[in-house]
């Protein structure tokens, strides 16, 4: 097409100069425009030829990374299987050992069988040659020779059973025994408090001129306490049935509203009835809960008056009961008959409730009320001996003593009173103080723990290490107390300054 329009332009003549001017600069402009459409396509197919090759690149990437993974995690397994072969390696080498091991004890066994056998056969020609009572103590020889190296190699064994193990089994028996027991916990007891109706039951319980208190207190043998204590009266006697039978009366007393010293005369009386009827029936009840026979009635006033002491702030029956329980439980465990222990771990402390008419400790008045009333020579002995007051005659008095112990010191089994927790506190702080070097010493923890503050100058770390110790052993043996105490010893120094 351009070239036909050149010919014609060409064939127009000179005047046509101008228009072949204008065509080469239209043609070359549509050549610049087509030149610059293919740059751009070229850039474009550039583009996507290097995001094509940043692609691949990318990829092989990722599979030489993947592989080199695998390749690592191959190495890796390898590295496990040959520490596992090598270990198999060696165990197949130990078990070959032990085998050359077994197989050359084998052979020396066999060795010995075969030497043996030769002996015997030699034995039996000699004996052969013997007659009956020569072959008779020949044989008695070998069997007393066997015999005493087997009790021999027996009596090793006992030996090297120790005293840990012995003690391990009865500790294991005691704890046992200790938790089948339903236990009661102490209480707080220290006096008879008798709640009033009013304020002015006071005045009337006092009267005219102090002659009714006067007159209770004659009548009871007890002391009525009157304080500030609103609506309430204290009575105070060393005797607790005295006591328990003034408060049942007092309380009748109040109940009535007539208080005068002839109705204090009888409510006592009817008091004092009821309360030994009560006395009885306690005693009964205590032998029912134990399934024991029923003893004579003089030994059951005094086992029911066992409810209304304490020891301790410990119920002194409840307290029989419960080692009547654990005496028949170490008599089960140890093949004794629980009956013979039960009963004369009830009986061991109806001593307390005997007047102070009788001479002698609690146990053995108890021993001559037993043995007063036909009891089993084994429970009155065993009574008798729970104090070490007497030699046992049988195993039932170690047995009742063990259980004796176990109740009264088992956690939460006894209380002390004020005045007892008082003296240890003290006690433990001026065993602190008594050593050199201890600046002060705190007791803690109701007495459980104590806390000694030394002079850093004086003592050194060893030595504080040590003064521990020696007030531990000190402690120990002049002391009497539950559970274990712990010793603390504190030493520091403190440097102080102050800036301005």
């Known amino acids: 097409m351009g070239a036909e329009w050149l010919n014609i332009i060409a064939a127009a003549g000179t005047g046509a100069a101008t228009a072949i001017i204008l065509f080469r600069w239209i043609f070359s402009g549509s050549l610049k425009q087509e030149r610059t459409r293919n740059d751009i396509a070229c850039q474009r197919l550039l583009s996507d030829a290097e995001i094509a090759a940043k692609r691949i690149r990318d990829d092989a990437e990722y599979d030489i990374k993947r592989h080199r993974r695998d390749v690592e995690l191959r190495e890796q397994e390898l590295q496990k299987s040959l520490e596992r072969l090598a270990q198999e390696s060696q165990r197949q080498q130990s078990i070959e050992m032990e085998l050359q091991i077994r197989e050359a004890a084998l052979a020396q066994q066999k060795t010995e069988l075969e030497e043996l056998k030769s002996s015997y056969l030699n034995r039996l020609q000699e004996v052969g040659s013997l007659n009956q009572d020569a072959l008779k103590a020949e044989l008695i020889s070998q069997i007393e020779s066997t015999c005493e190296q087997e009790l021999k190699t ?82 105070s006697a060393f005797d607790p049935v005295k006591r328990e039978i003034a408060r049942t009366a007092l309380e009748s007393l109040l109940k009535d509203g007539r208080i005068h010293p002839s109705t204090i005369e009888a409510a006592h009386e009817r008091a004092k009835t009821d309360i030994l009827k009560n006395v009885q029936s306690l005693g009964e009840e ?13 030994i059951l006033k005094l086992l029911g008056q066992l409810h209304f002491r304490l020891s301790l702030n410990q119920n002194s029956l409840e307290h029989s009961i419960e080692v009547a329980y654990i005496a028949s439980m170490l008599a089960s465990e140890l093949g004794l008959d629980p009956v013979i222990a039960k009963r004369a771990a009830l009986f061991h402390d109806i001593g307390k409730a005997i007047d102070h ?108 290490r040590e003064l521990a110790r020696s007030i531990s052993r000190e402690i120990e043996s002049s002391m009497n107390y539950p559970s274990t105490i712990k010793i603390t010893v504190i030493r520091e120094q403190r440097f102080c300054a102050t800036a301005k």
């Open 154 to 235: 027996l009596q090793q064994n006992l030996r090297d059973q120790t005293d840990r193990e012995i003690e391990s089994m009865a500790r294991e028996m005691l704890i046992t025994a200790m938790q089948r027991v339903s236990t009661t916990p102490a209480t707080e007891a220290t006096a008879t408090i008798v709640d009033l109706p009013s304020e002015d039951m006071k005045g009337r319980i006092i009267g005219r001129e102090g002659r009714n208190i006067r007159s209770f207190e004659a009548v009871t043998g007890t002391t009525l306490m009157i304080d500030e204590t609103p609506d309430s009266v204290l009575i």
């Open 286 to 298: 205590a032998m029912t809960r134990l399934k024991l026979k029923p003893a004579h009635s003089e």
């Open 357 to 464: 008419e009788f001479e002698g400790s609690h146990a053995l008045i108890a021993g001559k009320m037993l043995r007063r009333y036909n009891e089993d020579p084994r429970v009155v002995n065993a009574v008798e001996a729970s104090h070490e007051e007497v030699p046992p005659e049988s195993i039932y008095a170690p047995l009742v003593t063990i259980a004796d112990r176990i109740s009264a010191m088992r956690p939460g089994a006894r209380s002390d009173s004020l005045d007892s927790y008082v003296d240890r506190v003290k006690t433990l702080e001026r065993i602190a103080k008594g050593f050199e070097g201890v600046k002060d010493a705190f007791a803690l923890q109701a007495g459980r723990e104590i806390r000694i503050i030394v002079e850093p100058s004086q003592l050194t770390d060893q030595d504080s």
